[in-house]
C-alpha cells in the first residue's frame, strides 16, 4: 500500500512539474501580470521567449502615451526584457503626433524606431516603409487564433505589415438596470406610448436619451444624461459620425463602395443617407450631458462608465471601463449592435428603401508595425509575438485602459469574463455575442484606408463639427465636406486613390 | 590695416545664423514650392500651394481673423490690467513684494498644464465654475458655444501672460525719473491728470514694446486653443497657427503648411510694422 502511495505521488508530481499547467504557474509567480492565468502555451509564451538571447541588443519602441496602449507596451518591453537579455527603449507619444513621429524619418529614410505604434488605417502610408510579417509569425499558434477580419485590417492585398495587437469595432453600450428594468418599461410606455428596449433604430435611440435626460433616473442625487459620445472635433469624431451613418448609408443590396463610388470615386458622403445621420446627430447634442460636444474619447469613457449616461457608442473602453471592479456601474451595463435604420439609402436607384438596416463598423484600432530598415527585425517580431501571446493579451483585456481589446476567436468565450473578470454570465454573453455577430456579419463597413486618409477625415471632422455647432446645416456641412474629398482625390491622383480603395471595398463586398 | 583674420572670428556667428535662421527660412520656401505629403516627396510644384491659398481656402483668412481679433483683444486686456497691477505696486503698499510675486505665478506654470486646468475648471458639467454658477440659475456653455468659447480662450490667455505685461510695466514705472513726478505734485495735480499727463506719456516707450512682444506672442497662440477647444465647436476657436499645425502635423500636407507658414510670416512682418509706425504716431505724439 505504501509502494502505491510512493508512486502515485511521484507520478503525480512528475505531472504537474513537466505539465504545462507547471511552467504556467512559474512564469504566473515571476510575472504576476499574468497571475489569474500563468503562462499560456505557444509559440511566443513567456516559456519559448526565456529561451531566446538578446543580450547586447536594443530594441526602439515608439507608442502611445500611457496608459492606453503606452502601458501595456512598457510592460511587456519590461518583461521581454527581462526574458531576453534584451535593452528596450519605449517611447511615449501623444496619439495625434504618431502617425507624423514615424513618418517624417520614414520620408527622410530612417528608422530612429524598430517598431512603431499607430491606428490601423495608417497601413496604406506606413505599407512603403514597413517590414511584411515573416511567414513563421504568421503560421504562429498565436497568429492562427486571430479573427478573419482582423487579419483583413491588419494586411493590405494579403500581405501582413501590421501586426495585430488589438481588435475595434464601434457598438451600442447601455444601462441595463434602466432599459431591462420593469418599473422604467412601465413608466416610458405610459409616458410615450413607446417599449422601453435595446433601441434598433438610431431614432429610437434618439427617443429614450431624450427621454432620459437631465433628470436623476438612478437615485444616486446627480443628474443623468441620455448619451454620451465622441464630438470634439478632431478627437475621433469621425469614427463616431461613421458609426451613425452606416445604418443609413451601407446598403447591401449597392455593392462598390460606402465612401466612394469605386468606379466614378464621387463622394458618398453628401448623400441623403449620410445627412440623415448627421441631422440626428445634430439632435443628439439636445441629450448629451452639458459640455458633451466638446467630448473626447476619454470624456466618453469617464462619463458612460462613471454612470452618467443611458447610452454611449464606440471602442469596447467605455464599456470595459463600467465594468471594472472600481465602477458604480459594474454587472449594470449591457452591450448590443449598433443601432440600424427603419430606411436605408439606395445609392444606385438614388431613393430610400423601407427597410430595416444594421451594418456592423469595424472601425481602426490600433495597429503596430516593424521599420523595413530595422537592423533587428527578428527581435522586433519576437517583442510583438510576445506582446499579444495568450496569457500577456488575457491580461490584457481586463483592465480597461490599456486599450487592448477582443481579436480573437478565444475572446469570444465569454467564460474569460465572468472567471477571470467577474461578469455577470449574461453581460459577458451579450459581450461575446455582439462581437462575434459583427465579425459573422456580410455588411460590414471597414475604415478607410487610402493615400492620405488623414486629409480625408480631417476634412469630415471639419465639416460634421460645423453642423453640430450650428455653423452650418447637415447638407451644407456634407456638401462642403464632399467638394473637398474631391480636391483631395485630385491632389492625391485619383487612380491612387482608387486603387487603395479597392482592397478595402473588396472586404466590405465579402470577396476577400 | 586690413585685419583679414577678422572674418575668421565673424564665422562661428554666421554659422549659427545661417544653421538656425537662414537656412530653415529657405527650406521653408522650398517646401512650400513643393506637394510634400504622405504620398509625394520633395517635388517641385510651382506656385500651385500660394495658389490655392490665396482662391480656396477660405479656413486659412477665416482663421487669421479670428486670430487678429483674439490676438488684439488679449493684448489690450493684459496691457490695461498689467498696468493697473504695475501701478499699484509700483507705490508703496502693504505687502508689496508678496503682490508683486503673486501676481508673476500665471507665467511662471506650465501653459499647457495650466490649460488642461482652466479646461477642468470650465468642464460644463464636472467642472467647478459651473458648479457654483449653478446655486444663481446659471449654466454657461464654456467650451461648446462659440461666442463663449472664445470668451474663454481670450480669459485663459490673460490669466497666463498678464504677468509678463505686469512685469515690463513695473520695470518702466521703477525706472521713470522723478522729477516730473515731484513738478506735477507741485502744481497740485490730481492722481488721474498726473497718471494721464505724467506716467502714462513716460511710459509709451516701454508700452509699445510691450505690446508689440506681446503681440509677437500672442499671433502664435496654439496650446491654449489646441488645449481647450481643438478649434472647435465648429471652427469659431480655429487660429492660424492651429489651422497650420492641422494641415501640417495631423494632415501631413507638408508643402502646403509651408506655403501658409511663409505667407503667415510676411503678413505678420508687414502688419506688426504697421502697428508699430501707428502705435508710435499715436503715444510719441508729443
Not at chain 2, 205 to 213: M, N, R, V, W, Y
Request: aromatic residues 14%.
Amino acid at each position: 500500500m505504501k509502494i502505491i502511495k510512493t508512486c502515485l505521488t511521484a507520478v503525480i508530481s512528475s505531472v504537474l512539474m513537466f505539465s504545462p499547467m507547471a511552467y504556467a504557474d512559474k512564469w504566473g509567480d515571476q510575472f504576476p501580470h499574468i497571475k489569474a492565468t500563468g503562462d499560456i502555451a505557444g509559440d511566443c509564451s513567456y516559456e519559448e521567449m526565456s529561451k531566446k538571447n538578446y543580450k547586447g541588443k536594443t530594441l526602439k519602441i515608439n507608442t502611445h502615451a500611457v496608459p492606453v496602449i503606452g502601458q501595456p507596451t512598457a510592460l511587456h518591453a519590461e518583461q521581454f526584457a527581462k526574458l531576453t537579455g534584451a535593452k528596450v527603449d519605449v517611447t511615449h507619444t501623444p496619439a495625434g503626433d504618431l502617425y507624423a513621429k514615424a513618418m517624417v524619418p520614414f520620408k527622410a529614410g530612417q528608422a530612429p524606431y524598430d517598431i512603431v505604434f499607430g491606428f490601423s488605417n495608417f497601413i496604406n502610408d506606413w505599407k512603403r516603409y514597413l517590414a511584411p510579417v515573416p511567414k513563421k509569425y504568421m503560421n504562429s499558434t498565436e497568429m492562427k487564433d486571430v479573427t478573419k477580419s482582423h487579419i483583413g485590417v491588419s494586411s493590405w492585398d494579403g500581405t501582413m505589415y501590421q501586426y495585430p495587437v488589438d481588435g475595434d469595432r464601434h457598438y451600442l453600450k447601455y444601462r441595463k438596470d434602466v432599459i431591462d428594468n420593469p418599473e422604467m418599461q412601465k413608466k416610458y410606455k405610459a409616458d410615450t406610448g413607446k417599449e422601453l428596449r435595446v433601441p434598433r433604430t438610431w431614432k429610437e435611440y434618439g427617443e429614450m436619451a431624450k427621454y432620459f435626460n437631465g433628470w436623476d433616473w438612478d437615485g444616486d442625487g446627480e443628474k443623468e444624461y441620455g448619451s454620451a459620445e465622441v464630438m470634439k472635433k478632431d478627437d475621433l469624431m469621425f469614427a463616431a459620425f461613421f458609426s451613425r451613418s452606416v445604418a443609413y448609408a451601407k446598403n447591401p443590396r449597392t455593392p462598390g463602395g460606402f465612401f466612394f463610388d469605386l468606379d466614378t470615386m464621387k463622394p458618398n458622403i453628401n448623400n441623403p443617407g449620410f445627412v440623415e445621420a448627421l441631422g440626428d446627430w445634430v439632435e443628439a447634442t439636445k441629450y448629451v450631458p452639458p459640455g458633451g460636444i466638446n467630448f473626447g474619447l476619454g470624456d466618453e469613457i469617464g462619463s458612460f462608465g462613471g454612470g452618467q449616461t443611458l447610452f454611449s457608442f464606440s471602442w469596447d473602453d467605455a464599456f470595459i471601463a463600467a465594468m471594472q471592479d472600481d465602477s458604480p456601474i459594474k454587472n449594470k451595463v449591457g452591450a448590443a449592435p449598433l443601432p440600424g435604420a427603419d430606411r436605408v439609402w439606395n445609392r444606385t436607384s438614388n431613393s430610400w428603401e423601407n427597410q430595416y438596416n444594421q451594418a456592423p463598423y469595424i472601425v481602426w484600432g490600433w495597429a503596430v508595425g516593424v521599420a523595413k530598415k530595422s537592423k533587428v527585425k527578428d527581435m522586433a517580431f519576437d517583442y510583438l509575438c510576445f506582446f499579444s501571446n495568450g496569457a500577456n493579451h488575457q491580461a490584457d483585456l481586463a483592465i480597461g485602459n490599456f486599450g487592448v481589446n477582443p481579436f480573437k476567436n478565444s475572446d469570444f468565450d465569454p467564460n474569460i469574463y465572468i472567471n477571470t473578470m467577474g461578469w455577470d454570465a449574461d453581460i459577458a454573453n451579450s459581450y461575446t455575442k455582439t462581437l462575434l455577430d459583427m465579425e459573422k456579419s456580410k455588411n460590414r463597413v471597414f475604415p478607410l484606408r487610402v493615400p492620405g486618409v488623414f486629409e480625408f477625415t480631417s476634412a469630415v471632422a471639419t465639416g460634421t463639427s460645423k453642423a453640430l455647432a450650428g455653423q452650418l446645416s447637415p447638407q451644407e456641412a456634407l456638401d462642403e465636406v464632399a467638394k473637398e474629398w474631391e480636391a483631395i482625390v485630385q491632389r492625391v491622383g485619383k487612380k491612387a486613390v482608387q486603387d487603395a480603395y479597392a482592397v478595402g471595398v473588396k472586404m466590405e463586398d465579402n470577396k476577400l | 590695416m586690413n585685419f583679414k583674420q577678422k572674418y575668421v572670428f565673424l564665422f562661428p556667428g554666421l554659422f549659427v545664423l545661417i544653421g538656425i535662421l537662414i537656412f530653415p527660412i529657405i527650406f521653408v520656401v522650398r517646401l512650400s514650392l513643393s506637394g510634400w505629403n504622405s504620398y509625394n516627396g520633395l517635388n517641385f510644384i510651382g506656385l500651385e500651394n500660394y495658389i490655392r491659398l490665396f482662391t480656396d481656402d477660405p479656413r486659412f483668412w477665416e482663421s487669421f481673423f479670428r486670430l487678429s481679433f483674439l490676438s488684439v483683444t488679449t493684448v489690450i486686456l493684459q496691457y490695461v490690467i498689467g498696468f493697473a497691477l504695475a501701478h499699484m505696486v509700483w507705490k508703496d503698499i502693504k505687502f508689496q513684494r508678496f503682490f508683486r510675486v503673486l501676481f508673476l505665478i500665471p507665467m511662471m506654470t506650465t501653459p499647457v498644464i495650466m490649460t488642461v486646468i482652466w479646461r477642468t475648471f470650465f468642464h460644463e458639467s464636472l467642472g467647478p465654475v459651473n458648479d457654483i454658477l449653478s446655486n444663481f440659475g446659471m449654466s454657461p456653455k464654456w467650451l461648446t458655444d462659440p461666442v463663449l468659447a472664445k470668451v474663454t480662450v481670450i480669459i485663459v490667455e490673460v490669466w497666463q501672460w498678464t504677468p509678463f505685461m505686469f512685469l515690463l510695466l513695473l520695470a518702466g514705472l521703477l525706472s521713470l525719473p522723478k522729477e516730473p513726478f515731484l513738478a506735477a505734485a507741485i502744481d497740485g495735480a490730481s492722481p488721474v491728470r498726473k497718471f494721464l499727463y505724467v506716467t502714462f506719456p513716460l511710459m509709451a516707450p516701454i508700452s509699445i514694446g510691450a505690446i508689440i512682444i506681446r503681440l509677437i506672442e500672442a499671433s502664435k497662440i496654439m496650446d491654449t486653443v489646441y488645449v481647450l477647444t481643438s478649434g472647435g465647436p465648429g471652427t469659431s476657436t480655429e487660429t492660424s497657427s492651429f489651422y497650420i499645425f492641422i494641415k501640417g502635423l495631423r494632415e501631413f500636407q507638408m508643402g502646403y503648411a509651408a506655403s501658409m507658414s511663409f505667407t503667415y510670416l510676411i503678413i505678420m512682418i508687414i502688419s506688426l510694422t504697421v502697428i508699430v509706425k501707428v502705435l508710435t504716431k499715436l503715444m510719441l505724439k508729443d
